[in-house]
């Protein structure tokens, strides 16, 4: 299996065996420059890459076998879309997935009452969704866990058991404070792309070319040209017999901690 830990004793033997061989032939020093080449760009293929659990444990889809999927939404709650997406929901009876940003979460305390007393369930997304956010300590990365989990707490009574890392990315120190919390590493399948596809008609096309029985829909309610595209989409699924599935009853795993 291909993960951090396989990774560096893969490479360490590697290394310790060429520079042997290097005591007794010389060895070309462009060799240690390709293996260090490709041990870098392992390590950034598996931050990048939250499904392929290089440095943490993460769920990235459901049941391939069965026509179900989920729908989740990241970097909420927000004033204007939040309500919007909560609204199409209702109206399709369909529940999902919310991974809040702890410092919006206390911003719009209702919206994420609302959340909560509709039937979605909450997940937590980092307190600040700083830029820098991959960069930061173990011990940073858990004091905003820490903090938004309290928010929410202090807002529905309830302690957050999902995480989803802000941008996708995972390294050892996010590893590590996921860990220290208990949480269960949420990632995704299917990306919108609503971050860069702005048209709803195109950004409806890209989900649907690239669906897949079991997978778990990236959203972000932050942006106000989903509204519609969730609409059309949710229709879709619907005339084709899928199953939108809560997320935590699509992967048989618990949402708070009770």
Request: hydrophobic content about 40%; glycine content about 4%.
């Amino acid at each position: 299996m291909l993960n951090f830990r396989n990774t560096i004793i893969t490479f360490t033997v590697l290394l310790l065996i060429i520079l042997a061989a290097d005591y007794l032939i010389p060895v070309n020093k462009l060799v240690y420059a390709g293996i260090i080449l490709v041990f870098v760009l392992l390590l950034a293929w598996g931050s990048k890459n939250i499904r392929s659990d290089f440095y943490v444990k993460s769920i990235s889809n459901g049941n391939r076998n069965i026509k179900q999927v989920a729908l989740t939404f990241d970097d909420g709650p927000d004033a204007q879309v939040t309500p919007m997406i909560l609204d199409i929901l209702r109206k399709h009876n369909v529940k999902a997935a919310f991974f809040i940003v702890g410092s919006k979460a206390e911003i719009n305390p209702e919206i994420l009452k609302r959340i909560d007393k509709e039937g979605h369930i909450i997940g937590g997304h980092s307190y600040s969704h700083h830029l820098f956010f991959d960069f930061f300590s173990s011990k940073q990365m858990e004091k905003e866990m820490i903090r938004t989990d309290n928010a929410v707490y202090s807002i529905i009574g309830k302690r957050l058991k999902l995480f989803r890392p802000p941008y996708g990315v995972t390294n050892p120190t996010i590893s590590r404070a996921i860990e220290n919390m208990q949480y269960q590493s949420i990632g995704w399948s299917l990306k919108s792309e609503d971050t860069v596809i702005k048209d709803e008609s195109k950004l409806l096309k890209n989900i649907t070319s690239k669906l897949k029985y079991g997978d778990i829909i990236l959203f972000h309610d932050n942006k106000p040209w989903n509204a519609k595209a969730l609409d059309k989409l949710i229709e879709y699924l619907k005339e084709r017999e899928y199953k939108i599935s809560r997320l935590d009853e699509f992967l048989t795993v618990q949402a708070y901690v009770y």
